[in-house]
């Protein structure tokens, strides 16, 4: 079984420049979330998703930020214009949702802004 | 409100045990869990605890709960090199997925 990927794993890119990362939960998990860590503090949440719906999207910092998981498959995150306070390491997780079920983490995107 | 604290670091020889404390604040929290991180890897789930449990063994890793003080630790006994990362402490709330998570201790085991 496939984990849970995410695409790039690294980027580099200047302030105020776009950029789009990419995650693919494992298949079959309706659940996918979106967490940050930044620059070595507690990994936050930003948001989750059942299937294509925002359940939760409580922390995501501004509107600067925008994701989508659009037929509830992928699932994309998009900062724009990109600020030197949004470098971090992006963290993707999906679950089945069943009570306690576990969350399955990926490698994660280490965001550099410049 | 919401906070898991941890110290930032922890030295330890090799073949010795390693205890990784976290303070919690949510006296609501249904589970905690111990994620650890290796260099250039994701979060890797070691374990989890409900929050009736005071105790859960699983081959050489401890997790103590003490639910009045709010307290977590996670022993590693005969710690190897190989544990060597980031080990993080999470609580789940009632109600909802989101994880809470610590800072995160680094754990580093010399020969």
């Known amino acids: 079984e496939a984990g849970v990927t995410q695409f790039p794993s690294h980027s580099v890119i200047e302030k105020g420049q776009t950029v789009t990362l990419r995650c693919d939960p494992i298949?079959?998990?309706?659940?996918l979330y979106w967490y940050r860590r930044v620059m070595g503090k507690e990994i936050k949440f930003l948001l989750h998703?059942?299937?294509?719906?925002?359940?939760?999207e409580s922390g995501m910092p501004n509107n600067r930020f925008l994701a989508e998981r659009t037929g509830g498959t992928y699932s994309t995150l998009k900062v724009q214009p990109a600020e030197l306070e949004d470098s971090g390491v992006y963290f993707c997780?999906?679950?089945?949702?069943?009570?306690?079920?576990?969350?399955?983490f990926g490698n994660g995107t280490r965001l550099t802004v410049t | 409100g919401e906070d898991v604290e941890q110290s930032l670091f922890l030295s330890v020889r090799e073949g010795d045990s390693s205890v990784i404390n976290c303070t919690y604040t949510?006296?609501?929290?249904?589970?905690l869990y111990w994620y650890k991180q290796e260099p250039g890897a994701g979060l890797q789930l070691l374990t989890y605890?409900?929050?009736?449990?005071d105790m859960k063994q699983d081959q050489r890793l401890t997790v103590l709960l003490n639910k009045k003080d709010k307290h977590l630790s996670l022993r590693i006994a005969d710690t190897q090199t190989g544990d060597s990362a980031i080990y993080f402490c999470?609580?789940?709330?009632?109600?909802?997925?989101?994880?809470?998570f610590g800072t995160g201790t680094r754990l580093q085991v010399f020969p």
């Open positions: 997780a999906s679950s089945l949702g069943q009570d306690n079920s576990p969350l399955h």
């Open positions: 298949s079959g998990h309706d659940n």
């Open positions: 998703f059942v299937k294509e719906s925002k359940q939760d």
């Open positions: 949510d006296s609501s929290s249904t589970y």
């Open positions: 605890i409900f929050s009736n449990m």
């Open positions: 999470a609580e789940s709330m009632k109600g909802t997925d989101k994880l809470i």
